[in-house]
């Protein structure tokens, strides 16, 4: 990527820092700084613990609603927009308030200094206000927002690293945070130039792009602010709920599957021997005590190229190839040292041992860890792995149905998952339908296995799109007699006009790529970003941005998307978003076509609800394939696992 892109990217972070600074300069005199847990790891990409101490933080605690800091100075609080999570920090400063005399009180109130702050992120909800007078702390405590807006994570990778944002937008239907997510694009759009198309698929991103055409319009623009030449030629920004598979099927990438076994908390891989997702998910009788094989110490793993040149290599590639490489370069190294020890002079081996064993030695370090990581991963997926595959291509081609349903009843009888075997089921769903007896069966074999307290995640998946109405199983039952198994499901005709179901993986993709390019970090011969699904599926943002980036004309873009209703396409101030089908009888279509083909082949994708790793490297093998630039961004990355285990969690 251009290091000029890459350094106005990394210029978000010195906006946060501004947006901090300003809130921290407003609180006169030193204060304490009570920051909620889920906060620490993203704050860490904005600031360290040295330029919050230069800006009048003294002393940093965690929040902990049941053990309180002691009181020392002005407390500023640093938490979620979570209603109960700031309840219990309005019930801590009461307690305060109760064993400070009223006097001290009063003589602070005519001082103007209020004792306790709280920075809300993203946003001070109207319910905080509302609750901050029911409790009698209006006139002692002041609100703050602070939103970091964009992290880098790696290159080409950005977040908002918003918190439940998927349960809150699809499963609650709650859309308070989208309003935080369009002020983000609209800072993007003001640091990098307004792209001269704005491509938006799903009611929420239709949101989005409302909320900054109403955020634009209130605020004069400035001269200078936007530029004629913007860094990205394209924005694109999807829902979630467009392309469930992306995130339900099991990633074959390395990347991918590190999330599947390990906990992802911004930018950093938590590597605990003692447990992991795939064991913690599982019915108690089926875990393995892993606790007395291994004593060792929880680990990180940034996953950031720049910081890890092992995993820069390896993130995007297809497993079953990194294993041989680490391998490989294990043998390399052991054997390195017997090489330069050989027919050595004294001053060349004090250069050695001075200079390079230490690399050396470092780079053994860091093998090992990837190596160890190799190892669970083959430990707790690779038995099944196979066979789930199979399962998954199944589903995709809506065939051997009956195979399908026998291996998930088989899974929650003999070895059920909380969340994955619930993904399996949602897959699903999602691509062929389940009838009622399939629903009927599925709920109660579920159910019998982790308790019917759970009666109500399926409502929520219904909520979600990821499973059917309950409710009305008669309904059901009455479709699902008329539906014919060997004939294409709603999900297949549209994948097939998409081309998301690849014939054949390894012929070169649409984008007529030449024979000599790769994938992410080298997968073979293989020239289709369906490699991260072992060539059975291609993220949907991989195809529409290969498809755009890749455009000549609007009625190539017509003639390949316009059958999507709900992909609407704006051209900034010179056309409001429409739908394809609309343009294609407007004087805008004149417009587009003197932008495509796209001059600068730039584009920048934002996904509402959710990132995959499968769709980060899917993406990176187009960006080889058509020789632009794809920049992802999302409000978290998460696995197919994370975003089941929010809609339990709900």
């Known amino acids: 990527m251009d290091s000029m892109l890459s350094k106005k990217l990394y210029g978000f972070r010195q906006i946060a820092q501004e947006k901090l600074q300003h809130i921290l300069y407003s609180i006169p005199l030193e204060k304490d700084l009570v920051i909620e847990p889920a906060l620490i790891k993203p704050l860490e990409h904005?600031?360290?613990?040295?330029?919050?101490?230069?800006?009048?933080?003294?002393?940093i605690y965690k929040f902990d609603p049941k053990n309180a800091p002691p009181k020392r100075k002005q407390f500023l609080y640093l938490l979620t927009s979570d209603l109960l999570v700031f309840k219990n920090a309005l019930d801590q400063i009461n307690s305060y308030q109760s064993q400070t005399s009223t006097s001290l009180l009063v003589a602070e109130a005519d001082k103007g200094n209020k004792q306790y702050h709280v920075v809300v992120f993203p946003l001070v909800l109207a319910s905080f206000e509302q609750l901050l007078e029911e409790e009698g702390l209006y006139g002692s405590v002041e609100l703050y927002s602070f939103q970091w807006d964009f992290i880098v994570f790696d290159q080409g990778l950005l977040s908002l690293e918003l918190p439940n944002v998927f349960p809150d937008v699809f499963v609650r239907q709650d859309c308070s945070l989208l309003g935080s997510i369009?002020?983000?694009?609209?800072?993007?759009?003001?640091?990098?130039?307004?792209?001269?198309?704005?491509?938006?698929?799903?009611?929420?991103?239709?949101?989005?792009?409302?909320?900054?055409?109403?955020?634009?319009?209130?605020r004069k623009e400035k001269s200078g602010e936007t530029k004629e030449n913007p860094d990205f030629s394209v924005m694109l920004i999807v829902d979630r709920d467009r392309d469930y598979p992306s995130c339900l099927l099991t990633?074959?990438?390395?990347?991918?599957?590190?999330?599947?076994?390990?906990?992802?908390?911004?930018g950093s891989l938590t590597v605990d021997t003692t447990g992991n997702k795939i064991q913690s998910g599982k019915l108690a009788f089926l875990q393995n005590d892993s606790g007395t094989k291994s004593k060792q110490q929880t680990t990180h793993l940034t996953m950031n190229g720049t910081h890890d040149l092992i995993y820069q290599e390896n993130r995007y590639r297809h497993f079953s190839e990194v294993i041989g490489l680490l391998s490989s370069q294990a043998k390399a190294l052991g054997l390195e040292g017997k090489i330069y020890s050989k027919d050595m002079k004294l001053s060349e081996m004090k250069d050695y041992v001075t200079n390079k064993l230490p690399k050396v030695a470092a780079q053994k370090k860091e093998l090992f860890k990837h190596l160890l990581l190799c190892e669970t991963i083959v430990e707790e997926i690779g038995a099944n792995f196979e066979k789930l595959q199979l399962i998954e291509e199944s589903i995709l081609t809506n065939t051997n149905r009956k195979q399908i349903l026998t291996y998930i009843d088989e899974q929650l009888a003999a070895d059920a998952h909380k969340y994955n075997t619930l993904r399996l089921i949602c897959l699903y769903h999602v691509t062929v339908g389940l009838t009622s007896e399939d629903i009927t069966k599925l709920m109660t074999a579920y159910l019998n296995a982790f308790g019917y307290p759970l009666l109500t995640v399926f409502h929520n998946l219904f909520q979600a799109k990821l499973f059917p109405d309950t409710t009305n199983l008669t309904k059901?039952?009455?479709?699902?007699?008329?539906?014919?198994?060997?004939?294409?499901?709603?999900f297949q005709i549209e994948a097939n006009k998409l081309k998301l179901l690849p014939t054949d993986p390894l012929q070169s993709s649409e984008s007529g790529a030449s024979s000599s390019g790769q994938t992410g970090g080298g997968t073979g011969k293989k020239q289709c970003p369906s490699y991260v699904f072992n060539g059975n599926y291609i993220p949907l943002i991989a195809q529409l941005s290969q498809i755009i980036l890749s455009g000549n004309s609007f009625e190539d873009l017509f003639?390949?998307?316009?059958?999507?209703?709900?992909?609407?396409?704006?051209?900034?101030?010179?056309?409001?978003?429409?739908?394809?089908?609309?343009l294609s009888i407007t004087s805008a279509k004149g417009d587009i076509n003197q932008l495509l083909p796209l001059k600068t082949k730039t584009i920048f994708v934002f996904v509402v609800g959710g990132l995959s790793y499968a769709e980060i490297a899917a993406c990176q093998l187009v960006e080889k394939l058509t020789g632009g630039k794809i920049v992802l961004a999302s409000d978290s990355i998460q696995s197919g696992c994370d975003i089941i285990e929010s809609i339990v969690g709900c």
């Open 559 to 582: 003639n390949r998307l316009g059958h999507l209703e709900r992909l609407k396409l704006g051209g900034g101030k010179s056309f409001a978003p429409k739908t394809l089908r609309e």
């Open 476 to 490: 059901t039952k009455i479709l699902s007699q008329i539906s014919i198994p060997i004939l294409k499901s709603p």
């Open 46 to 59: 904005i600031v360290g613990a040295s330029w919050l101490k230069k800006k009048g933080i003294d002393k």
């Open 251 to 266: 990633p074959v990438v390395y990347a991918g599957l590190l999330l599947e076994i390990h906990k992802f908390n911004s």
């Open 182 to 218: 369009a002020q983000s694009l609209r800072i993007f759009q003001m640091v990098m130039g307004r792209p001269n198309l704005v491509f938006s698929l799903g009611g929420n991103a239709e949101k989005i792009v409302q909320m900054m055409q109403t955020i634009e319009g209130d």
